[in-house]
């Protein structure tokens, strides 16, 4: 009888462990499907400058899967269920996708921008130039640490636009360790990508959004406490 208690606990395990890597391999799949324009572009678009703004356009429908991968994520975070990926997916695309494009849009609009200036000062301007270069590629930095908080409130509350903003920069100073850690992530991230290979982006959505959602959940729970009222 021990023995079929015990066979029964391994199978148990043996199915939830299959489960979750079931939930990131499908969420990766569902994720990676939102990157066939980039990959055109990639593909038949010559990477100059002068072609950004095609990548650009090609990285608008990055913005809602980001959106419905955390949202995803922190479904399983918080109820433990790793049972429906796809359907977890398609439905936080749903609820998130205008909300998260009124955050991505803004967000790839100043990047090109950023973008435009960090050639300019890097390749046409003199040397004595190349620091306000460099200026713009941190700004860059600063912005996709910021847009990290901002995103997560995003999905997971309802606030206005001006305030979901004023709550980024209020938890990007308030939770420095956090944007410390963020910025030590994406060094880390950006590192293998130029050590491996950038293909790797492709296999680690998932894991990497798991990561981050665990790494920076403080941040909903804090915001849920003390500035959501709890419904009576």
């Known amino acids: 009888m021990r023995d079929d208690f015990n066979k029964d606990i391994g199978e148990g395990r043996l199915y939830k462990i299959s489960q979750n890597i079931s939930w990131f391999l499908i969420t990766t799949l569902w994720f990676n499907l939102n990157l066939i324009p980039l990959f055109f572009f990639f593909l038949f678009v010559e990477a100059t400058l002068a072609n950004l703004v ?9 913005g809602p ?29 749903r609820q998130n996708v205008w909300d ?34 460099y200026v713009f590629a941190l700004l860059i930095l600063i912005l996709t640490l910021y847009f990290i908080p901002v995103l997560l409130i995003q999905i997971k509350f309802s606030f206005r636009y001006k305030d979901l903003l004023k709550l980024g920069w209020y938890y990007f100073f308030m939770k420095l360790k956090l944007t410390i850690g963020n910025f030590l992530i994406i060094f880390i991230l950006v590192f293998l990508l130029l050590a491996i290979s950038e293909w790797l982006l492709l296999a680690i959505p998932a894991v990497l959004a798991y990561i981050w959602t665990l790494y920076n959940y403080s941040i909903v729970k804090d915001v849920k406490a003390n500035f959501v009222k709890e419904e009576e």
């Open 54 to 62: 095609w990548y650009l356009i090609g990285l608008i429908p990055l």
């Open 100 to 133: 998260t494009l009124k955050i991505w849009m803004p967000y790839l609009i100043v990047i090109y921008l950023f973008s435009v200036n960090i050639n300019y000062y890097f390749s046409i301007a003199g040397s004595q130039y190349v620091l306000l270069g």
């Open 65 to 93: 899967a980001i959106g419905a991968l955390l949202g995803s994520t922190m479904h399983v975070v918080e109820d433990d269920d790793f049972s429906e990926p796809g359907r977890d997916f398609r439905k936080y695309y």
